[in-house]
Nanobody, 115 residues
């Protein structure tokens, strides 16, 4: 069973930046898709970004140009770099990966954007 462990959330002021990390318990070469979702209070979980093994990616419109997913195959991890954060980015962020016909979620990490 694959485990995904997240780190890097916290409190940041509007306009600030944060980087979230998602470490997998096995090689991420086996992942067909990886990405990040978020869930704000009282709202459904929504896609932030999804990256396929082919290299194609989809970013949600609210984060385009501000958020970037990157990966480090040797560290078996992927990251979400978040710039120019806004209060509306406040949410619990979850990493997600799809490997060998199964989806896996990280434990969730709170990101709060507030002055």
């Amino acid at each position: 069973q694959v485990q995904l462990v997240e780190s890097g959330g916290g409190l940041v002021q509007p306009g600030g930046s944060l980087r979230l990390s998602c470490a997998a318990s096995e090689s991420i070469f086996s992942f067909e898709t990886m990405g990040w979702y978020r869930q704000a209070p009282g709202k459904q979980r929504e896609l932030v970004v999804r990256l396929r093994k082919t290299g194609s990616s989809i970013y949600a419109d609210p984060v385009k140009g501000r958020f970037t997913l990157s990966r480090d195959n040797w560290k078996n991890a992927w990251y979400l770099q978040m710039l120019s954060l806004k209060p509306e980015d406040t949410a619990v962020y979850y990493c997600w990966g799809y490997s060998r016909d199964r989806g896996y979620w990280g434990q969730g990490n709170q990101v709060t954007v507030s002055s």
